[in-house]
């Protein structure tokens, strides 16, 4: 008989391995590139939801909030301020798009071969587990200004991508009175 908590732990797994994969793969394939952006965070909440998995909620918060919070916000706001025009122009290619699966299975399971014949699964290790609460309190003792350095970066870029999105805007009218 298996164990009904492992056979829980296996449907969650499913289940975010589903959310993942096909957020992943959304985020790639959706013409629209406001809808990749979301499908990114999408993509990147069920990595978050990996590291709870894994029991390390501390990692998980960080990817919510550096990842998902910060980048792919980032993202969506780069994506909402620049034309679509001026990004790429799409070119329809079918065999490209079979050459990269085809490129995609390959590398899985060349990955996969070389992670089983690592011997991942003999390591054991002897050391206590670490709390998650003396990180947190590490990082909010220790090294908050480097947290607060972050920020100012992060904020100071999205400042600066509206300053030069303005800019740019202030020009085109400018001709456009000429």
Do not use: C, H
């Not at 998995?53 to 980048?71: E, N, R």
């Amino acid at each position: 008989m298996t164990n009904g908590a492992l056979d829980m732990a296996d449907a969650l797994f499913l289940a975010i391995s589903v959310l993942t994969i096909g957020s992943a793969i959304a985020a790639l394939e959706l013409r629209s590139l406001v809808y990749g952006s979301i499908a990114l965070m999408g993509t990147l909440g069920g990595v978050a939801g990996f590291y709870v998995m894994l029991d390390s909620p501390f990692v998980a918060m960080f990817q919510l909030a550096v990842y998902v919070g910060s980048i792919a916000v980032l993202i969506l706001f780069t994506v909402m301020l620049v034309k679509r025009e001026l990004i790429f122009k799409k070119i329809e290619d079918p065999k490209r798009k079979f050459a990269g699966i085809g490129l995609m299975l390959i590398v899985i399971l060349a990955l996969g071969a070389i992670i089983m014949d690592s011997g991942i699964k003999s390591i054991s290790t002897d050391s206590d587990p670490v709390d998650f609460r003396e990180i947190g309190g590490d990082f909010l003792t220790y090294y908050w200004p480097a947290l607060v350095l972050m920020a100012l970066i992060l904020a100071g870029s999205v400042m600066g991508a509206l300053v030069l999105a303005r800019r740019e805007d202030t020009v085109e009218n400018e001709q456009r009175t000429d």
